[in-house]
């Protein structure tokens, strides 16, 4: 198993400015994603963190306004950069360890509120 | 590219009904299949998953589910429900070829009147 820590777990933040999230991981694993889950609504994908080099996005989302780091096996950062209202939510990081043949695990999120 | 169809989007059940939430994927080659349950005000967590082998996987908290090749699905049953299975209930399906991601139904809202 793993457990996946984030920070901040809430913040509200005014328009125009930027966020990072931080998603720590207690032991190494294979992939690392981002989720959004907007209010009521289910799980969209945003990325997957890639080691070392470029996130992988999904459609719809693009890198200048998600920027994702992730530096080693167990730690990966979110921005959501010049936010707008419509950028509250819960994002929520998501790790699939070692072996674990693709079980995924999810950290608490952290709640946007953008005013 | 993977797609899941969750049929319900709130289910109201009075405790000890039996339970049954559809879920549908959409992808040709081999999946994996998930059913995660988010209890209100907590993350995601895992209460069954179906890689290979018996199609029909028993989960926590006596959650079962079975996998149809045929009907590309994978139902969530419950024989007899209680109030604390009042949550918010997400099917998934991995490809083991799109490098893990995992892709989510849009969610069913389970309602559990004591």
């Known amino acids: 198993s793993a457990v996946i820590s984030q920070k901040p777990s809430r913040d509200i933040c005014q328009r125009g400015t930027s966020l990072t999230i931080q998603c720590q991981v207690d032991?190494?694993?294979?992939?690392m994603f981002w989720y959004r889950q907007q209010p009521g609504q289910s799980l969209t994908l945003i990325a997957t963190?890639?080691?070392?080099?470029?996130?992988?996005?999904e459609s719809g989302f693009v890198i200048d306004k998600f920027p994702i780091s992730r530096p080693n096996l167990t730690f990966s950062t979110l921005t959501v950069s010049n936010m707008s209202p419509e950028d509250s939510s819960i994002y929520l990081c998501?790790?699939?360890?070692?072996?674990?043949?693709?079980?995924?695990?999810f950290g608490q999120g952290t709640r946007l509120t953008v005013v | 590219a993977q797609s899941v169809s969750q049929h319900n989007h709130h289910v109201i059940l009075s405790e000890a009904a039996s339970l049954e939430l559809g879920c549908n994927y959409s992808?040709?080659?081999?999946?994996?299949l998930f059913w995660y349950v988010q209890y209100p005000g907590q993350h995601l967590q895992l209460l069954l998953k179906?890689?290979?082998?018996?199609?029909l996987v028993k989960g926590i908290k006596g959650f079962e589910a079975e996998f149809i090749k045929s009907k590309f699905s994978f139902n969530l049953r419950k024989p007899s429900v209680q109030w604390s299975d009042t949550a918010e209930y997400f099917c998934?399906?991995?490809?083991?070829?799109?490098?893990?991601?995992?892709?989510f139904g849009s969610g069913t809202r389970l309602s559990i009147r004591p």
């Open positions: 992808y040709g080659g081999t999946v994996n």
């Open positions: 179906y890689f290979s082998g018996d199609p």
């Open positions: 998501s790790a699939v360890p070692r072996g674990s043949n693709t079980e995924a695990f």
């Open positions: 032991s190494q694993v294979t992939m």
């Open positions: 963190a890639n080691q070392g080099s470029e996130a992988t996005y």
């Open positions: 998934a399906v991995n490809a083991p070829s799109s490098a893990s991601k995992i892709i």
